[in-house]
């Protein structure tokens, strides 16, 4: 049985702080954690926050969006820092986990690229796939696990239930 989950949340910020609290209860509970979380930095409210993300379980913070001008608009992803970004989670896919957790399934992933392939890898490896997305991707990370992935409420407690109810003995 696939054990695939995604989860979305409607506030600047929200997603990113549900994901990295619910990482940190599953650590805490010695549940072997895989795959990033977003650690935006503070920012003023007239401008964008940088990306940065945290490599699980205890690896390096990587900056993945790029200055692009005061004026600019769009994607401001850095395609060089997330490919560093997924080499590093990759590598620590290496050892056992139970978990692989992703920050957010966004247009790179739509796209195929991205943690896309490090997604399937951890799906097929039998491990936990808990994956944040924006209701403009969810239903490409739908096809993407043909049918398999439950939406799950974005509240720290139904996704720990649902992580319990999915890996139930």
């Not at 001008?69 to 590093?88: F, I, Y």
């Amino acid at each position: 049985m696939m054990k695939i989950a995604y989860t979305m949340a409607r506030g600047r910020g929200e997603l990113d702080l549900l994901l990295a609290e619910l990482a940190k209860r599953l650590q805490a509970r010695g549940v072997a954690t895989r795959g990033i979380v977003q650690t935006n930095s503070e920012c003023e409210s007239d401008h964008r926050c940088d990306m940065d993300v945290q490599i699980l379980p205890d690896g390096d913070v990587i900056r993945i969006s790029q200055h692009l001008g005061k004026e600019a608009r769009g994607c401001r992803l850095d395609p060089n820092a997330m490919a560093h970004a997924v080499t590093q989670v990759a590598r620590s896919m290496e050892g056992p986990y139970d978990v692989f957790m992703l920050n957010k399934f966004g247009k790179q992933e739509a796209d195929g690229q991205g943690f896309r392939d490090l997604i399937a890898e951890a799906a097929a490896s039998g491990a936990t796939v808990i994956a944040g997305t924006n209701p403009l991707n969810s239903e490409k990370f739908e096809q993407f696990a043909d049918g398999m992935a439950t939406e799950v409420a974005p509240d720290i407690d139904v996704l720990l239930a649902w992580y319990d109810k999915v890996n139930a003995a």
